[in-house]
C-alpha cells in the first residue's frame, strides 16, 4: 500500500470547463441577480425531482428559515429536530422565536427516531406538509420585490434570500451531470463498504433500503474499544497520512449556545458525536484518490487495532 505525496481533500467541488463557460455567459448577459436562469434551475428541477413547488434560494439555511417564517412559526411555539445535523437546523428555529426540541435518532442510521418524534409532540408543536399557500409565502420572502411601475411596494417584509443567476448557471450545469456524479459516488460508496467491512470497530452507517440515498458522504463510527482508538486519534493519524476528513455530525444540543438553554436527552446521539468520521467522497475524486483513503484507514487500523 503506498502512501500519498500529496493531500487528498475532503470533498473538493466538481467544476469543469463546462461551469466556467456558463458563469462566463451569464456575466455576458448582465444578470448578476435573480435572473432567467433561476426562474429555468426552477422549471428544471420541479422536473428532475418530480415537485410541485420549487423556489430557488440562496442556501439550504435560507429555505428552511423561510418555510418557518411561511407557516407563521414564531415566539411560542416548539419544532421538533434531530440533534445530529448542521446548527443550520436549530438556527433558523431560534431566529423565528420559536424552540428547537430535539428528539434522539436511531442508533443504526442516525436519522431521527420516529418514536421518540410522537413523545415528544405538544399543543405547542408546529410542522410543514405540501402546501402551495406555503410556496406562495416564500415567493413573496425570498425578496423585497419592487412592484410594477416607476413607483415600488412592499406587500410583506421580504428578506435578501434569493439565487442568483450566476450561482443558477452553475447548478444547471450541474444539474445534467446529476446521474454521472451519483455513479461515481455509488462506485465510491462501494469501494469504502468493501474495505470497511474487513475493519474491525469501524462501522458505516446503516442506509434504509426504502430510501433513495443521496450518497453525500460516507460516514463511519469508530468504536474506540474495538478499533483500539477513538475517533478524534484516527481523524489525527489520517491527517498524518494526508487525507482530510470531517465530522457530521456533532450533536446540536451539546453546542455551548444550545446547551445553556435547552434541555434534551438523546443519549444515541450524543454517543455517536463522539464517533462519527467522514470520509473522503467527491466526484472530483479518482477511484485511485478514494484507493489511497482506503490504504491510510487500513494502515492506522493495523496500528490502532493490533
Request: charge should be negative; charged fraction near 25%; proline fraction near 5%.
Amino acid at each position: 500500500m503506498s502512501r500519498r505525496r500529496t493531500p487528498l481533500g475532503f470533498q473538493p467541488p466538481a467544476i469543469g470547463d463546462e461551469e466556467i463557460a456558463a458563469v462566463a455567459e451569464t456575466l455576458r448577459s448582465g444578470w448578476l441577480t435573480t435572473g432567467p436562469k433561476a426562474a429555468e434551475l426552477e422549471r428544471r428541477a420541479a422536473d428532475v425531482l418530480e415537485a410541485e413547488h420549487v423556489l430557488a434560494v440562496a442556501s439550504g439555511t435560507a429555505a428552511m428559515h423561510l418555510a418557518l417564517v411561511a407557516l407563521g412559526v414564531g415566539p411560542g411555539d416548539e419544532v421538533i429536530t434531530t440533534p445530529i445535523t448542521w446548527p443550520a437546523t436549530a438556527n433558523v428555529i431560534v431566529h423565528t422565536g420559536a424552540a428547537p426540541v430535539f428528539a434522539d435518532v436511531r442508533a443504526d442510521d442516525l436519522n431521527v427516531d420516529p418514536a421518540r418524534v410522537a413523545e415528544l409532540v405538544t399543543e405547542r408543536t408546529k410542522a410543514i406538509p405540501n402546501r402551495a399557500d406555503v410556496a406562495n409565502a416564500i415567493g413573496e420572502l425570498r425578496l423585497m420585490r419592487r412592484g410594477d411601475g416607476s413607483l415600488y411596494d412592499i406587500t410583506v417584509p421580504g428578506y435578501k434570500t434569493n439565487l442568483s443567476d450566476v450561482l443558477a448557471a452553475i447548478a444547471l450545469v450541474q444539474l445534467e451531470k446529476l446521474e454521472r456524479h451519483r455513479e461515481i459516488r455509488a462506485r465510491q460508496f462501494a469501494l469504502y463498504d468493501e474495505a470497511v467491512a474487513e475493519l474491525d470497530g469501524i462501522t458505516a452507517l446503516a442506509r434504509d433500503p426504502r430510501d433513495t440515498h443521496a450518497l453525500h458522504l460516507y460516514i463511519v463510527r469508530i468504536d474506540r474499544e474495538r478499533a483500539g482508538a477513538t475517533r478524534d486519534d484516527y481523524q489525527r493519524a489520517l491527517a498524518e497520512e494526508l487525507i482530510s476528513t470531517s465530522i457530521h455530525f456533532l450533536p446540536v444540543h451539546r453546542l455551548t449556545w444550545y446547551r445553556e438553554r435547552f434541555r434534551a436527552d438523546c443519549p444515541v446521539a450524543e454517543r455517536a458525536g463522539s464517533e462519527v468520521l467522514s470520509l473522503p467522497l467527491s466526484p472530483a475524486h479518482s477511484d485511485g484518490d478514494i484507493r489511497d483513503a482506503i490504504d491510510a484507514l487500513q494502515r492506522v487500523h493495523a496500528r490502532f487495532a493490533a
